[in-house]
């Protein structure tokens, strides 16, 4: 008798453990597979430009194919633009900032992330994996001439996480714009759960342990090792512009307010009063948002301050985009 209600706990312990990481793999599948999207290119003329070069590059971390665009200008200063989750390279907000850094007298590079438009791969690296990628970028843009302090980032939403997350190991970046970042992904992973389906808190902190168990089994990434917070007080004394709208529900607001305790110095907040990255475009089909031109001239104006080197030349700065 002693055996069998064994049997029983044990089988029943059995189907619990089952459930309990389905569950986990199914919310992780959900979380970490991006819709692709893939976009249309700009023209020379549409985006007032010379040249649009179109560059393929691989990831250091796995040797994922990546897909970019490099819009030569200035041969000592460029800024690299990632896009957001289920985006692409050249999404309308992406655009309006190639466009103003390349109005500005900036070299711009952008290309799509892991698992988005024409790259590689199928599922997000939570900014783990996506270092690998942008330190490629890097690598790249150095043999084209541009020196470590002279490259400048600019992330938007995920790309900020990212942004945040790779600057901390890559020090040839000289200057960030992370516009909507997480603090870290196992709290965003929570609210979102809350928001969506209703359930308490508890709910994903239970979930969490087998979430990042699955995580590193199936992708090779620890949800809990995803943390902007952490990795930011490591990027000074390099400037960073932190943005972040007070009416985000994607990434609330406390997300940009952790991640300026943590920084340390050079670090500027700038609270907009605006949902989730609607500084440029609002996001019920890319409508212009009504400050866009001062958010355009705020950034542009923040990377002709801050990347510049003893012997180069201020561009001019795009003040009506």
């Not at 194919?65 to 200035?74: A, E, H, R």
């Not at 850094?101 to 892991?114: M, N, P």
């Not at 020090?171 to 928001?195: P, T």
């Not at 943390?227 to 940009?256: N, W």
Request: net charge negative; charged share 20%.
């Amino acid at each position: 008798m002693h055996t069998r209600r064994l049997k029983i706990l044990a089988t029943g312990l059995g189907v619990m453990a089952a459930l309990y990481f389905g569950v986990c793999w199914q919310v992780l599948k959900i979380l970490i597979t991006p819709e692709r999207r893939l976009g249309d290119i700009p023209t020379t003329e549409t985006l007032g430009v010379e040249t649009i070069d179109s560059l393929s590059f691989k990831s250091l971390t796995d040797e994922t194919s990546l897909k970019g665009w490099f819009v030569p200008n200035s041969p000592e200063r460029v800024i690299i633009v990632l896009h957001g989750l289920h985006s692409y390279a050249w999404n309308c907000g992406s655009t309006d900032l190639a466009k103003t850094y390349a109005k500005a007298g900036f070299s711009v590079f952008l290309f799509d992330q892991r698992g988005h438009g024409q790259s590689g791969g199928e599922h997000l690296g939570l900014g783990l994996l996506e270092k690998g990628d942008v330190q490629a970028a890097v690598n790249l843009l150095l043999k084209k001439g541009f020196r470590p302090g002279d490259i400048g980032i600019h992330g938007s939403s995920y790309g900020a996480a990212v942004t945040l997350l790779a600057t901390e190991d890559i020090a040839e970046i000289g200057a960030i714009v992370a516009d909507s970042a997480f603090a870290s992904m196992d709290d965003v992973v929570s609210g979102e759960l809350k928001r969506q389906t209703g359930l308490p808190p508890i709910v994903s902190q239970l979930l969490m342990p087998g979430l990042s168990l699955v995580g590193e089994i199936q992708y090779g990434v620890d949800i809990t090792q995803s943390t902007p917070e952490q990795s930011i007080g490591q990027i000074s004394p390099r400037p960073i512009l932190l943005i972040h709208g007070e009416q985000d529900l994607v990434i609330p607001y406390e997300h940009a307010q952790r991640l300026q305790k943590a920084a340390g110095n050079n670090v500027e907040l700038w609270t907009l009063p605006t949902k989730h990255v609607e500084g440029i475009r609002l996001s019920d089909n890319c409508r212009l948002a009504p400050m866009r031109n001062n958010f355009l001239a705020k950034v542009s104006q923040f990377f002709d301050t801050h990347l510049v080197t003893s012997d180069s030349a201020k561009a001019p700065v795009l003040h009506q985009p």
